[in-house]
């Protein structure tokens, strides 16, 4: 068999313990909190108006007097179905208030990940062969204050300079409800002014940090003895670069990508909230804040999912650009 | 005319405060079809002689000059940067010391020998795959074709040498450069890589420049020896009056200190102190502060290379008359 | 391997070949360079680098600040004085109130001081406790391997992949917000990053010579592990810490900008800036100076990181 294909399914094997284990402790960690766990079945109001009698009823039915590892099991079952019981705040089932979220946040981390890598690769890449310049020593400055700005302060200031004074663009939401009938390309055009800022600030403040790894990168291969044969041998400079350099410089970034995406992840629970945006980001933030208890479970394990799917792809890409596991 | 011709070549490094020299006036010229052996310990400036003569060295932090080194009577160093590609592999190929690492661990082996073929020859695809091919069994890897598919990872350490044997013979160049290249393998294939270069050489009627540091290697397959030290040639003669009569001290620690050629009960010959760091080259004799029959000139004036008669060169002022390693 | 002897031999890059009397040739000059202890030698380059030397400022006085508020302001960080804020109106910086008032009329510029107290007391604890569960976890599974190994490696699994934002979110949430809690909870979900690191530090360490030649001599294993890997792995570790430290300053205030940390009228830079989100327009001092206090302190620890970093990197100059 492939030693690839080998490769990505041991990850997946690995993977899966892991899920479960995620499923246990979210449902562990909400079973400890206080709070009737039944309201998670029928919603905290229609909880409130039922007689002891009924709730006696409802629970038998609903099995919660059984034990808790039987009843961990249903809710485990639950979700293989696709269901993830109802929002206490809402009352409205989770899996369908969620679907459309994870997509959302999917994609503005994608479009984030996409622009960095756009920007920071090729400015990594000058820095590296700029080493020790002006260029150079801004960027690495400039990576660090990107760490050090708080986000949610940034973006604040940037909604009210932008959104509030100047009215450049808009700060809140994704899309511009007051708009009547729009054609397809003021709709386009909506989304992207309601992007500019949300995506800006996180690809402005992670791309430092990102054109400084790539300049390491850089660094690194440069010196190597391949790079050097590839010389000797008589390679045009262009067709080193390109042949040789370059591509062993993409590698290690195709292994980080995962880990790129989990950051991203964890960041969008405030950018997410300051923005208004609707995406499971801010949906686990307000359920948090809100306390509703399903809706935590259902998007602590699918935060964690949508990061097991990132690390996989990042296995997967390794796999297709480094032959060394591809082939054994 | 010579087919290499270097003139008082410099190199040095930038580090820290000043500009360290490694290598100082080197001049030494090599002849078409002739093997030329550059001896000396490591760190006295063998390697980035053969570099500098690519011009390879990564400048800064090296830097490099020379009063002319001549191929085929062209300065190298008039060449521009960007026509230096159509020299290398070309008329001046290199064989590195490390096999495990100077082949590209994502491209297939193929690839990185008919990139090199139809760099220089202009052919297509598929004629160069067919010269790769016969390259492959030239250096006698088994299953040539199937080879071609393969990454450098799944070959050994003396497969990935002939690899690079492959590589730098394919282009029929008219000088090869061997920087240590047995160093790094293991001791049973060390004479085999060591045979299939001198072969090969002779074969093609090819000038090599064989840099190590192991004088037995030297005695197999150079025609004319050079010994290094600090930076300086000390001694260079034909391969025979190297061996029956070194005249510089340390040439002459090196020949003693090649086990087995001691008397039994004898104690094992080693040349006291190390290669002095170029930050403390001695402004006389550079070797002076460790050789045995240093006078007190020695610690006073620099000598200069000289001829003694028969193209044996040395750089001493007291040498060892009539020399004989194991006196 | 160097950095296991504490005296350490730099030739000092200033003697170029002229500069040796011919006359004084003699071997011992080789090797005789100046011998400077390590640490000394780590902090001469350390110097090298202006962003470390400015970092190491600002830290050293914002440190100062926080320890010396009282004695640095002559207001009380949570004393309301509706005077100097009239109609609920937060007032501009003056001469009275260097950075202005809150709505409360709180003096803002005692308010920030006593802010970096809260910050960098949580920032550096958080980060102690995350080192005393690191540590010797990573220690643990990089010398001794086999099923320790395994286990604490299955558990840093399972904390790369839930998102540690939300855990802390979340574990805040449920408990009853104050700073004990904002600690323990900073520092339990964020220690997996130095196990991970020393980790891979003993699985290398321990496969070279000197660990092996310690075995060899008959050491107990406590003396190799502590006497012999462990100095190695710290030294870079002081890095990921200044880094960590940073880190841990701004998580805390983010938890306090959503209500999760430090409530009023305790200080703390998040919470200042989530107060006065609804004066960004109006007062927008009230959210510039403690953002800017957050971002001056996490870039000075980043400064010194990265000038250390420099300074025990061999190959940098």
């Known amino acids: 068999m492939n030693s690839g294909l080998k490769f990505v399914i041991k990850r997946l094997l690995v993977m899966i313990p892991l899920l479960f284990a995620v499923t246990l402790a979210s449902y562990l960690l909400m079973t400890i909190t206080p709070g009737d766990p039944m309201a998670m079945y029928v919603g905290q109001d229609q909880l409130r108006q039922m007689t002891p009698t009924q709730k006696e009823q409802r629970r038998e039915a609903l099995g919660l007097n059984r034990p808790i590892i039987v009843r961990y099991f249903d809710w485990l079952d639950d979700i293989l179905h696709g269901t993830f019981g109802t929002s206490f705040k809402t009352g409205q089932p989770i899996e369908k208030e969620i679907g459309q979220r994870i997509g959302i946040t999917m994609s503005l981390n994608i479009i984030t990940l996409f622009l960095t890598y756009l920007v920071g690769i090729p400015l990594g890449i000058y820095c590296a062969k700029h080493k020790n310049g002006i260029v150079d020593n801004a960027v690495m400055l400039y990576s660090y204050v990107g760490i050090s700005l708080p986000a949610f302060w940034l973006s604040i200031m940037a909604i009210t300079l932008f959104a509030v004074k100047l009215k450049w663009l808009p700060g809140l939401g994704l899309s511009d409800l007051t708009l009547k009938n729009p054609t397809f390309w003021q709709e386009v055009w909506d989304t992207i002014k309601h992007l500019i800022m949300p995506v800006g600030l996180t690809v402005i ?120 596991i591809r082939v054994q | 005319m010579s087919l290499l011709e270097v003139n008082k070549l410099n190199i040095g490094f930038q580090g820290g405060d000043g500009l360290m020299n490694v290598v100082t006036d080197l001049s030494f010229d090599i002849e078409e079809g002739k093997a030329v052996a550059l001896v000396g310990e490591s760190g006295c400036g063998k390697s980035v002689t053969a570099l500098s003569i690519m011009r390879l060295l990564i400048c800064p932090p090296a830097h490099m000059e020379a009063e002319s080194i001549l191929f085929e009577g062209k300065d190298i160093q008039q060449i521009p940067e960007r026509h230096m590609w159509k020299l290398r592999g070309n008329d001046i190929s290199m064989i590195f010391q490390e096999p495990m690492t100077s082949l590209n661990p994502v491209t297939t082996i193929g690839k990185q020998l008919t990139e090199t073929i139809r760099q220089h020859t202009g052919c297509s695809k598929k004629e160069a795959l067919a010269k790769a091919e016969d390259m492959l069994r030239e250096v006698g890897i088994p299953e040539p074709k199937q080879r071609l598919r393969e990454y450098p990872h799944q070959m050994s350490g003396g497969m990935r040498q002939r690899v690079m044997i492959a590589m730098a013979l394919s282009c029929d160049p008219k000088l090869l450069i061997a920087d240590e290249p047995t160093t790094a393998l293991d001791v049973t294939i060390q004479d085999q890589i060591l045979e299939l270069i001198a072969d090969a050489c002779r074969r093609r009627k090819m000038a090599l420049l064989l840099i190590t540091h192991n004088m037995g290697i030297v005695a197999e397959a150079a025609d004319e020896v050079m010994v290094m030290y600090a930076g300086q040639i000390v001694e260079k003669a034909s391969v025979q009056e190297i061996f029956d009569t070194p005249m510089h001290p340390y040439t002459n620690g090196m020949l003693r200190a090649i086990p087995g050629t001691a008397h039994t009960g004898e104690e094992f010959y080693v040349i006291r102190g190390r290669v002095p760091s170029p930050l403390f080259f001695s402004k006389a004799c550079r070797f002076a502060p460790r050789c045995d029959h240093a006078c007190e000139r020695c610690h006073k004036e620099a000598p200069q290379l000289q001829d003694i008669g028969g193209g044996h060169y040395i750089r001493c002022w007291n040498p060892i008359k009539g020399g004989n390693a194991n006196e | 391997m160097y950095l296991f002897k504490k005296k350490h031999a730099e030739i000092p890059l200033k003697r170029i070949n002229s500069a040796v009397d011919p006359m004084q040739d003699d071997e011992d000059l080789y090797f005789s360079a100046k011998v400077e202890g390590y640490w000394t030698t ?80 949580i920032g550096f604890s958080a980060v102690a406790i995350q080192l005393l569960i690191g540590i010797p976890l990573g ?58 690191f020393v980790r891979s530090y003993f699985l290398s360490l321990r496969e070279q010579e000197f660990v092996q030649a310690a075995k060899a001599a008959g050491l107990k294993e406590r003396t190799i592990v502590f006497k012999h890997i462990l100095p190695h792995t710290l030294t870079p570790l002081i890095l990921s810490v200044s880094m960590g430290i940073g880190g841990a300053i701004l998580s805390e205030s983010g938890l306090s900008y959503l209500g999760l940390g430090m409530q009023e009228p305790i200080p703390s830079w998040g919470a200042m800036i989530a107060g006065a989100q609804e004066y960004t327009n109006s007062a927008p001092w009230l959210s510039v100076f403690p953002g800017l206090m957050i971002t001056l302190t996490v870039l000075s620890l980043c400064f010194i990181g990265e000038a250390f970093r420099q300074a025990i990197d061999p190959r940098a100059n």
């Open chain 3, 139 to 196: 220690c643990i599974a990089g010398y001794y391997r086999g099923i320790a190994d395994q286990l604490i490696c299955r558990f840093i699994d399972f904390f790369s992949c839930v998102p540690s934002t939300f855990l802390i979110l979340l574990v805040n949430a449920l408990l009853k917000p104050s700073m004990f809690n904002v600690i323990l909870v900073l520092g339990v979900f964020g220690w997996t990053g130095y196990t991970r």
């Open chain 1, 205 to 324: 403040t992670g791309l430092g940090s990102m054109a400084r790894a790539e300049r390491n990168l850089y660094l690194d291969v440069i010196n190597q003895d391949y790079v050097r044969t590839a010389r000797a041998k008589g390679l045009p400079e262009r067709k080193v670069k390109w042949g040789h350099a370059y591509r062993n410089v993409m590698l290690p970034l195709a292994s980080e990508i995962g880990g790129s995406l989990a950051g991203l992840i964890g960041g969008s629970y405030i950018i997410e909230t300051i923005f208004a945006i609707p995406g499971l980001g801010a949906y686990s933030t307000n359920a948090i804040l809100d306390r509703d208890y399903p809706v935590i479970m259902a998007t602590l394990l699918m935060s964690s999912v949508l990061v097991m799917v990132g690390y996989l792809v990042s296995d997967i890409l390794y796999c297709v650009v480094d032959p060394r």
């Open chain 3, 42 to 121: 780590i902090f001469k380059r350390f110097c090298r680098h202006w962003y470390g030397i400015a970092g190491l400022i600002v830290l050293a006085a914002l440190i100062f600040c926080a320890i010396a508020a009282p004695v640095l302001t002559p207001y009380e960080y949570d004393k309301i004085d509706f005077s100097a804020a009239p109609m609920g109106q937060p007032q501009p910086p003056s001469r009275e109130h260097l950075f202005g008032t809150d709505r409360l009329g709180r003096d803002y510029f005692t308010r920030c001081l006593y802010g970096g107290r809260i910050s960098l007391l």
